[in-house]
């Protein structure tokens, strides 16, 4: 099994086969996961550099922990207390790491596209793990994965993605990866916050009314509100936003039905979702978590370049 790309980049140019590969090696390594010695020798000699310029915790541990699992070597990389606070380019820097002889490079970057420009410019394999507002590809990947655990699968599945979708790129990334797998997909949350023309050129639903998108979903998958990336006031109050759309335990009383709740973390609580919703009967959140690491086992064995 290999995949159509050399690096993942973004889900928007994946192919439904190499989603269909990705998620069905991920349940191997879940499989291997389980058992009492985690670790298999898939990447042993593969040098991998986790290049993280802006902040993580659930996605820097889940790769760091995946590669470890896979026997490779790795290099953490934080641009704070790195040369970046001197001056020195992205490309600089990435060439010096790259002149120790490292075969992937996982990126994290607060500019859409740096690791689209670095895929221009270098040799090894690069894993975008989250460009600005662009994408989140192993986001994507592992909420699918967590979808698919829970409801077996994902084509019918109707998906609502809920709050902050104009800031998510987790949004785009779930977007373009459901659409292809054929799920219906909903966005819902305050007008401000979702894209003009998003539903017309991804063909995904909008709605407005939160009751009506729990009413609609069999999965939900609820957003941060994402305060440091937005330079405009575009709902009244954090209260306010919780008051409409904050899911609420309540809420999920009143449906006629059950529904999961999913959240990509970490989770702004009392703001787009309530404790007792994001620790209660619904919540897959850590789920989500844990499936990561296969998910991520998934992607750096398929694009090791001696695969
Ligand atoms: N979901 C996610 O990307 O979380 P982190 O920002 O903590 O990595």
């Not at 099994?1 to 994946?14: E, N, R, Y």
């Not at 704070?80 to 790491?97: R, Y």
């Not at 490079?105 to 793990?129: E, T, W």
């Not at 059950?258 to 919540?283: L, Q």
């Amino acid at each position: 099994m290999s995949l159509s790309t050399k690096h993942l980049l973004g889900i928007k140019h994946l192919q439904p086969e190499d989603i269909a590969v990705l998620l069905q090696t991920a349940a191997q390594f879940k499989e291997v996961l389980q058992r009492p010695v985690k670790k298999v020798p898939s990447l042993r000699d593969v040098t991998i550099v986790n290049l993280f310029y802006e902040n993580s915790t659930r996605t820097r541990i889940s790769f760091e922990l995946a590669e470890k699992r896979l026997s490779a070597d790795t290099i953490n990389f934080a641009a704070s207390g790195s040369s970046v606070s001197k001056g020195e380019t992205l490309l600089d820097t990435v060439n010096n790491i790259l002149s120790m002889k490292v075969d992937m490079v996982v990126m994290r970057h607060s500019a859409s596209g740096a690791p689209h420009f670095l895929a221009k410019h270098i040799d090894a394999a690069i894993i975008n793990a989250g460009d600005g507002i662009n994408e989140h590809p192993t986001q994507a990947l592992l909420d699918a994965f967590s979808i698919q655990e829970k409801v077996g699968s994902l084509a019918g599945c109707r998906v609502a993605i809920i709050g902050d979708v104009m800031h998510s790129r987790v949004a785009l990334s779930n977007m373009y990866l459901l659409k292809k797998m054929g799920a219906e997909v909903m966005v819902a949350g305050p007008p401000t916050l979702i894209p003009k023309h998003l539903a017309q050129a991804l063909d995904v639903a909008v709605e407005y009314n939160l009751q009506k998108a729990l009413q609609w979903c069999d999965v939900a998958n609820v957003l941060r509100i994402q305060l440091e990336r937005q330079n405009q006031v575009l709902f009244s109050s954090l209260r306010e936003y919780n008051l409409a759309y904050g899911i609420k335990r309540p809420l999920l009383d009143a449906l006629k039905k059950d529904i999961i709740i999913m959240h990509p973390g970490p989770i702004n609580r009392g703001v787009e979702i309530d404790s007792d919703v994001a620790d209660g009967r619904h919540s897959i959140i850590l789920d989500q978590v844990q499936n990561g690491v296969a998910v991520r086992m998934a992607a750096l064995y398929l694009l090791n370049p001696q695969h």
